[in-house]
């Protein structure tokens, strides 16, 4: 079964430094997302992407956040200048025209 | 805005017995979608199930299976001949259809356990 793939699987940096979380998308989806879940609490959405553009974004998808569909493949999650709070893990999650979301394994994202 | 309670924090079950995780949401929508996601001590969400409020029929796949309840907002999760495997996070979401919103709204998690 195909699967949605992300690296790395552990990040740590300091604060105030940018990160990139990457993801690879199912290949022939259409509709790329952002979620985390910080230790011991609900999953969040952050952002959804469509047709090269974000379509929908949460009220935590603020200016220190981006993404970037680089080259047709990847999808990224750029944090401009981490902060503590920033640490969790994301998981990007694709889709095709179904509801059905296929998530990755997650990047554990440790800021310190 | 859409939420998702999951009331149950914590629950426990023996080996090849039956256990239901409770979920209710509260919506304005009449169609959407709703889902059950596996979160394995891997931490990977897997979809276990879903259903799509239109259908009156309960979704059903191998042991799992849902009782919907639409007028009372409810969508809970049984799994039968409970299986060691089956110990992990179990997540409810729900998915609007209308309205161009794609996001999945969590609930809080319950823990399953799965005594031998």
């Known amino acids: 079964e195909p699967e949605v793939t992300q690296t790395p699987s552990h990040q740590v940096t300091q604060m105030g430094q940018e990160v990139i979380l990457r993801c690879v998308p199912i290949s022939n989806h259409l509709y790329f997302y952002w979620y985390r879940q910080i230790l011991g609490q609900k999953v969040e959405f952050l952002v959804s992407f469509y047709n090269n553009e974000i379509s929908e974004k949460s009220e935590i998808f603020d200016d220190q956040f981006s993404v970037e569909r680089p080259d047709g493949s990847n999808f990224t999650l750029k944090i401009r200048s981490t902060k503590l709070e920033d640490s969790a893990m994301y998981f990007c999650a694709s889709s095709g025209w179904s509801e059905k979301l296929f998530f990755g394994s997650g990047t554990q994202l440790s800021v310190l | 805005a859409q939420t998702v309670t999951q009331s149950q924090p914590e629950m426990s079950v023996q080996e090849a017995e039956t256990v239901t995780l409770s979920c209710t949401y509260d919506t304005s929508e009449s169609d959407y979608y709703l889902f059950w996601y596996k979160q394995p001590p891997s931490r990977q969400m897997i979809l276990v199930i879903r259903?799509?409020?239109?259908?009156?029929q309960n979704a059903t796949e191998n042991r799992f299976s849902v009782n919907f309840q639409k007028a009372a907002k409810s969508f809970s999760l049984k799994i039968s001949d409970s299986q060691l495997g089956d110990a992990a996070m179990y997540f409810c979401?729900?998915?609007?259809?209308?309205?161009?919103?794609?996001?999945?709204?969590f609930g809080k998690g319950m823990k399953l356990t799965v005594n031998p």
């Open positions: 979401a729900y998915r609007s259809v209308q309205g161009g919103s794609e996001k999945l709204v």
């Open positions: 259903q799509e409020a239109y259908k009156q």
